[in-house]
């Protein structure tokens, strides 16, 4: 059970650094660069894709011992992590919809483990 | 009828998305560096960026917000793959939780059409 819990959490780390690079790479995108090579080889979107990298890592290390079931369900943690990731770095709003939306997920989550 | 048949390409590819998440697990719980290790996630980085591909390609067709709102059917197919598979329970309390999660993904990426 302790495992579970443990490497639970490294799932959701796993997650959160997932959300990190889907927002280097949409700041990323926002940008205009000189060659296509250059949109993809510069250095916030390589790092972005390397943290990608190291996140389906990390997830495959945690299922040894998070069941199938569970995942689906902390990588949920995602939305919020890129709307309040978003919200910081990009200045996206988060609508009073998006919050209850987020919210609800989060009660989803808790409820599925208790 | 077009436009089902791109709902169903949409499923599909989704399925398919979560056939990785089973190469993921397999892949956790195999020894560190063994064979099956390298097979399962080199199977699921194939499958991620033969996914990305075709994701892109449905973008074309389909909303952004109706294509990362269908997203949400990864909880079920983990649910539904962890039994099978992976033999975990389905409760009652794990199907509530996951239809709240759905219901919060969808409310959430809804949010974002506004």
Partial sequence: ?114 | MQKTRTYVYLHILLLFYSLGAICSKFAGEAEFLSFPFFMYYGLLLTIMVIYAVFWQQILKVIPLTTAYASKAVTVIWGLVWGMLIFHETLTLQKAIGAGIIMFGIVMVVKADEE
């Fill in chain 1, 1 to 114: 059970m302790k495992n579970e819990v443990m490497y639970g959490i490294l799932f959701l780390f796993s997650v959160f650094i997932s959300s990190v690079s889907q927002i280097l790479l949409k700041k990323s995108a926002g940008k205009a660069y000189e060659s296509k090579i250059r949109e993809y080889l510069n250095p916030p979107v390589m790092i972005a894709y390397f943290i990608f990298f190291v996140s389906t890592l990390l997830t495959m290390f945690a299922y040894r011992y998070v069941p199938l079931s569970l995942g689906p369900v902390l990588e949920a943690t995602g939305y919020l992590w890129v709307s309040l990731l978003g919200w910081f770095f990009l200045k996206e709003r988060i609508s009073r919809k998006k919050w209850i939306g987020l919210g609800i997920i989060i009660i989803g989550i808790l409820f599925f483990n208790l």
